[in-house]
């Protein structure tokens, strides 16, 4: 029966990148609860858009990732919990230890690595944005810059991390079986 | 406000909602806008394993699969009825339209890789493009199918190669398809999708 196979597959892209999707949830959101709700409503969603998922090189990652944030905005916008200014502290669970998946460290290091990198003005448009889901009218006014000049921060430094970045390795895609 | 300008706070998810609209509607027909935010899209996730990531709690994992479980029966039986299942779609990663359409690529049997981008305006009419698709072949044409959940499908336009605007307005669950027919077309399709992708 296909729809077992499909259960498997969306098994194995929560297998994939389930943490991640957590991790970025909660960080968005400060909240337990709310990080698992943001990140079901994501896998749901994926799942009712297509799909079955085969070996391939893609981008998933990137689609769930998507998805999961928008969610998470859109929950911290209903809750009013995003507090920017514990940004700075790294309110999550301490890090390191034997708890943290490798691969994912790794990968937390070369973004964090490159987000150092960035101007700060850039990085702290892109880090209130993305990690506090603040607005880009909530930022002009917090940062007491132009609109304009906020625009020009996130598009300079997004582009930048594309550079830093560089081209992502093989991922699994996904596919659908009509 | 220059909607282009938009795309950045739109990967970022920081645009208030009625702007996040405006630049939606923009997006179906701005090609430049849709291949920018897919590749600023990319960027923004990478963000994503800049945050710490404590293992999720062990019953999300079983609360997902059952809910997909549960759900999935209501949505597929029907459109698998129709088409042979021979085509794969690959709803893939540039994920350029997530809120208002969906990226789907498909990987043919002799595997050429397709991406179609199906952009849902806010009146449910949508924009269809397909990258990587040949041009149609002497005597030949794509045809485009909107196929509501639960109906036939119904013809929405035909293109020779690149895309098109669909005829009509796609309902909601829609899935939209691609098949190739003979020169103008046909009232019922003929042959088995080369990609589709439910909205």
Not at chain 2, 14 to 40: I, K, S, V
Not at chain 2, 154 to 174: N, S, Y
Request: proline letters at 6%; a negative charge.
């Amino acid at each position: 029966m296909a729809a077992r196979s499909e259960e498997s597959a969306l098994a194995e892209l929560y297998d994939r990148y389930g943490r991640a999707a957590y991790g970025l949830a909660l960080r968005v959101v400060r909240d337990p609860a709310l990080a698992e709700d943001a990140v079901q409503e994501a896998f749901l969603a994926l799942w009712n858009s297509a799909a079955r998922f085969v070996p391939e090189k893609s981008k998933a990652s990137t689609w769930i990732l998507t998805l999961v944030h928008r969610r998470a905005v859109d929950a911290v916008r209903r809750e009013q919990r995003r507090r920017a200014d514990s940004l700075d502290h790294a309110p999550e669970p301490s890090v390191g230890g034997v708890d943290e998946d490798a691969w994912l460290r790794l990968q937390r290091e070369r973004v964090q690595a490159a987000l150092r990198s960035l101007p700060d003005a850039q990085r702290e448009a892109l880090e209130l944005a993305y990690y506090g889901g603040f607005s880009q009218s909530e930022l002009a006014e917090r940062l007491g810059q132009p609109i304009g000049t906020i625009k020009s921060r996130m598009f300079a430094g997004l582009s930048r991390l594309r550079e830093l970045l560089g081209e992502p390795g093989t991922e699994v895609s996904w596919t659908s079986t009509i | 406000m220059d909607v282009h300008d938009l795309t950045a706070a739109y990967a970022l998810d920081a645009l208030e909602p009625a702007e996040a609209e405006a630049y939606e509607a923009h997006l179906g027909q701005c090609e430049d806008c849709r291949a920018q935010l897919a590749e600023l899209n990319e960027s923004a996730a990478a963000l994503a394993f800049g945050a710490v990531a404590p293992a999720p709690p062990a019953h999300l994992r079983e609360s997902i699969l059952a809910a997909a479980a549960a759900e999935r029966s209501n949505v597929v039986p029907l459109f698998r009825r129709r088409f042979a299942p021979r085509v794969l779609a690959v709803a893939a990663a540039a994920a350029a339209c997530v809120a208002v359409g969906f990226t789907v690529a498909a990987l043919r049997p002799g595997g050429t890789h397709l991406v179609a981008t199906v952009v849902l305006a806010a009146d449910r009419t949508a924009t269809l493009q397909v990258d990587g698709l040949a041009h149609a072949p002497q005597g030949k044409t794509y045809e485009a199918w909107v196929i509501p959940a639960g109906g036939a499908p119904r013809p929405a336009g035909i293109f020779t190669g690149g895309g098109l605007t669909l005829r009509g307005k796609v309902p909601a669950h829609a899935v939209v398809a691609v098949t190739l027919e003979r020169a103008g077309g046909v009232s019922a399709p003929t042959t088995t999708p080369l990609v589709e992708a439910r909205t």
